[in-house]
């Protein structure tokens, strides 16, 4: 079984900044992607930030220039540094990575979320 569990989350004042950490474990053989999603109240849940096993990234056009994802992948870790936070990043962030397990199947997990509030 393998779990992720995120941290970092909080209340920030526009402008500010926070950074959010994602740890894998379990029984991992290797991390395919490592990704950030965020759902704001009666919203979709919409993708953040992806990065692949070669390093390439994707973004979402709202963080683009603000928000940097990063991965370890000796440690099993990504984290998501967010500067220039707005009140429209408000949301609940999910941690999200495609794990193949040691019995070489790949699944899709998803933390259990941690609360960014950004203040005007």
């Known amino acids: 079984q393998v779990t992720l569990v995120e941290s970092g989350g909080g209340l920030v004042q526009a402008g500010g900044s926070l950074r959010l950490s994602c740890a894998a474990s379990g029984s991992i053989f290797s991390i395919n992607h490592m990704a950030w999603y965020r759902q704001a109240p009666g919203e979709q849940r919409e993708l953040v930030a992806i990065m692949h096993t070669d390093s390439s990234t994707r973004y979402a056009d709202s963080v683009k220039g603000r928000f940097t994802i990063s991965r370890d992948d000796t440690s099993n870790t990504a984290h998501l540094q967010m500067n220039s936070l707005k009140p429209e990043d408000t949301a609940v962030y999910y941690c999200?990575?495609?794990?193949?397990?040691?019995?070489?199947?790949?699944?899709?997990?998803w933390g259990q979320g941690t609360q960014v509030t950004v203040s005007s």
């Open positions: 999200n990575a495609n794990i193949m397990g040691v019995g070489r199947y790949n699944f899709n997990y």
